[in-house]
């Protein structure tokens, strides 16, 4: 480590909490797929800040209507109209499925997952929740007792009225716990924090008909999957599926903090004024961003990149599979994909030595190399970035 970096640790260990794991790396400057580190080292980022980042670091259209917008209006307050916020409402109204008309805008995929279990109990008057092991749909109190993973869970317990889980994936076990008494069930397309999980065939259209046929609302949580994650605008569009309610964030604001929580005429208007929201609430910036972002996706064709490409990177690391005996499978859908290795500890010293070698990947479910990079990275940023990691997991 080098002096700059030692001098950056050393000042954050007097101020910040120590509530974050952080990786031994202090960024300095990112442009596309690739950044700097503050002794001026390259790295590929295929991680694109967890998802957010799908149009690239500072993209220049999206700096640009940033530093436009902060010269007009920044910031009001929710209880004023404001036309980015509108524009953005607009859009997403275009691009989601056919039912989803209404949009609620807030700061964090967290907050917009609690947003939708506060709709779906207003909407059925009921209180419990249908959850998968293995979810992730943040870290807030408030929608802790649906994420369906222990580790994360345990610590709050006592604070917190857990969810029902059931298996991801299993059509069967979700029908049976959806009796009179659940107001929702909360799933992901693509279990992402969990492992990169593709549910079966069939599942998310199984359990939009379950969920009717108890009186439940179906909430789907697109918050990583969405925006052209997958290959298509969402990922409930591979299925044809339309939930109740819809969640989206990450890739939303390309870098600015915005999500939302979208449903149907008939759910969202059982919301009252007061129900939800936060200050920072659709605020012109972030809402100019997230514009600004749908709109460079359309412009430069990013969805049907982001499938060629996510096809492209699956044929590359199935040949390693193929090759490679530490490999067990390969998994995912579009831009979001997970290399699953057999052995946990190789996959943490993969994980370290790729990052090492200038390449940023995640590891996530103990031993799944996440790639989720930007959907406009150069195809040549990728194939370099691919070399590098399967000649780490090849290395002895």
Not at 180 to 189: C, D, K, L, R, S
Not at 252 to 278: K, N, Q, R, W, Y
Not at 288 to 307: N, W
């Amino acid at each position: 480590m080098s002096e700059a970096y030692d001098a950056v640790v050393q000042r954050e260990h007097e101020v910040f909490a120590p509530g974050v794991r952080r990786w031994p790396l202090a960024l300095e400057r990112g442009q596309g797929s690739l950044v700097w580190d503050v002794d001026g080292n390259e790295y590929l980022d295929l991680t694109a800040g967890w998802g957010v980042n799908c149009i690239g670091h500072c993209h220049p259209a999206l700096a640009e209507a940033i530093a436009e917008q902060a010269r007009t209006l920044i910031q009001t307050t929710n209880i004023v109209y404001t036309r980015p916020q509108l524009e953005l409402a607009e859009r997403l109204d275009r691009i989601t499925p056919s039912s989803m008309h209404r949009s609620f805008f807030l700061s964090s995929g967290a907050e917009a997952n609690e947003g939708a279990l506060k709709l779906a109990h207003r909407a059925t008057g009921r209180a419990r929740f249908l959850a998968t092991l293995g979810g992730f749909h943040g870290r807030t109190l408030g929608v802790m007792g649906v994420l369906g993973q222990e580790k994360y869970r345990a610590r709050w317990s006592s604070l917190i009225r857990e969810a029902r889980f059931v298996p991801y994936g299993d059509l069967a076990a979700a029908e049976s716990a959806l009796d009179g008494e659940v107001a929702a069930m909360i799933v992901e397309p693509v279990q992402g924090e969990g492992g990169v999980l593709i549910p079966p065939d069939g599942y998310l259209e199984g359990l939009a008909r379950a969920c009717r046929a108890a009186g439940a609302l179906l909430i789907l949580d697109e918050v990583q999957t969405g925006i052209g994650r997958t290959g298509r605008w969402l990922a409930c569009d591979h299925s044809g599926v339309e939930p109740d309610i819809l969640t989206l964030g990450k890739g939303l604001g390309g870098g600015m903090p915005i999500a939302a929580f979208m449903a149907t005429d008939a759910v969202m208007a059982s919301i009252e004024p007061g129900d939800h929201g936060g200050t920072y609430a659709g605020n012109p910036l972030c809402a100019r961003a997230a514009v600004t972002v749908l709109r460079v996706i359309e412009e430069e064709a990013l969805i049907a990149r982001a499938a060629r490409l996510g096809q492209h990177v699956r044929e590359r690391l199935e040949a390693l599979n193929a090759r490679c005996d530490r490999v067990e499978s390969v998994r995912g859908r579009g831009l979001l994909l997970g290399l699953v290795l057999r052995d946990p500890a190789v996959a943490a010293a993969v994980h370290t030595r790729t990052r090492e070698g200038g390449v940023l990947v995640n590891l996530t479910a103990e031993r799944v190399i996440r790639i989720f990079p930007a959907l406009n990275i150069p195809e040549d940023e990728l194939d370099r970035a691919l070399d590098v990691l399967e000649s780490m997991i090849e290395k002895d």
